[in-house]
């Protein structure tokens, strides 16, 4: 009868345990990200990205908008 005993409270044990486990890990995934002083916040950079891409849009070429590039659109002189 004892040996049942032990038996039973070291499974009641290790479901605790396991519990307990589960409960800490929950917990953690559901916590919101620590913003650090100076880091990127994802609004700001998500805004930026979508006007660049309207900008890339727009003009069509933005590296000859720049000058880094020659422009495809030039027609050669007749």
Do not use: F, W
């Not at 038996?7 to 917990?27: D, E, K, Q, R, Y």
Request: aromatic share 0%.
């Amino acid at each position: 009868m004892q040996r049942a005993k032990v038996g039973m409270i070291g499974l009641a044990v290790i479901v605790l345990m396991i519990g307990l486990a589960g409960a800490i890990i929950g917990s953690a995934t559901r916590e919101r990200p620590v913003q650090a002083a100076g880091a990127a916040q994802p609004d700001v950079v998500a805004n930026m990205a979508v006007s660049n891409s309207v900008d890339a849009d727009r003009t069509g070429e933005p590296l000859a908008q720049m000058g880094v590039a020659p422009s495809a659109n030039t027609q050669a002189a007749q």
